[in-house]
């Protein structure tokens, strides 16, 4: 049920890049695995907001392929924050009929974090939304190759042809297959980059970079966002005059 600050133009799909956590824990004079747990934590207070909101897909860029290249402990830290998150909160998505999803190469995560996360998954799969869909060991450029090559394969067999290629067949072979594009990008921390996040999903997203670091990124900070969204025109290529004649 989505309240009246949203009503009409609340965004279907909502993507967040979650930066600032290690900021955070440096403004605090703590450790960078501290802010990394504060963020976590915070995943849940906004994915009851998104809820609340009315949107029914929430992405949230938690591991970039780039990512790897931080240091060994805090890779292995974040890998194990991610295994505690499931422990403590998959039977939460369950009672609250959340479905979640991955994008991203999950073959290459620990086994201690896959098994849990692609068990949640299943668990959750069947349920209508609405939809958590988290971004681990992601990168879009990794997404097109990977896409590509499953194609390529495809017209190796025989099965598809270069020659009725379109957007809309390619589209099945990203790991967001069957979702709305974003319609609104959120990135925290101050931060005006994408760094390699959904780059052909977002061609038409509203982008929105807010300051704030994402361990204070609250509900209220969230519907400021989709309020924002609300406010702009979206114009697809065409002119402002032609969307209000309709
Ligand atoms: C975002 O916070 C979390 C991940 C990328 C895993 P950062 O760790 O990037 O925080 P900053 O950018 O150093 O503040
Ligand atoms: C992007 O944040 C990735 C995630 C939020 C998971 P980064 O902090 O890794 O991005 P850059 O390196 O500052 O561009
Ligand atoms: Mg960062």
Redesign the pocket.
């Known amino acids: 049920m989505s309240d009246d600050l949203s009503s009409g133009n609340t965004p279907r799909h909502v993507a967040i890049?979650?930066?600032g956590n290690?900021r955070w824990a440096r403004q605090r004079n703590l450790p960078r695995v501290d802010g990394h747990r504060k963020g976590v934590e915070n995943v849940l207070r906004i994915v009851d907001a998104a809820n609340k909101l009315g949107i029914e897909y929430l992405t949230l860029?938690?591991?970039?392929v780039?990512?790897w290249q931080r240091p060994a402990a805090e890779v292995d830290a974040l890998m194990h924050l991610l295994e505690s998150f499931l422990g403590q909160y998959a039977a939460e998505l369950v009672e609250k009929h959340i479905r979640l999803r991955v994008i991203g190469n999950l073959a290459a995560l620990p086994e201690h974090a896959r098994a849990p996360l692609e068990k949640a998954v299943a668990t959750t799969a069947d349920f209508p939304g609405p939809t958590l869909v988290l971004?681990i060991n992601?990168g879009a450029r990794t997404e097109v190759l990977d896409a590509v090559r499953a194609y390529a394969r495809e017209v190796q067999a025989g099965r598809a042809s270069p020659d009725t290629l379109g957007w809309e067949s390619f589209s099945r072979y990203l790991y967001t297959r069957d979702m709305p594009d974003p319609d609104l990008i959120i990135r925290t921390?101050g931060?005006t980059?994408l760094?390699?996040?959904l780059l052909l999903q977002s061609a038409y997203a509203e982008m929105y970079f807010s300051p704030v670091l994402?361990p204070d990124f609250d509900g209220a900070c969230l519907a400021d966002a989709v309020r924002a969204f609300a406010n702009r025109e979206r114009r697809f290529g065409k002119t402002g005059e032609q969307l209000r004649e309709k």
């Open positions: 890049i979650m930066d290690g860029y938690a591991f970039s780039e990512n971004a992601y921390s931060e980059r760094s390699n996040f994402w």
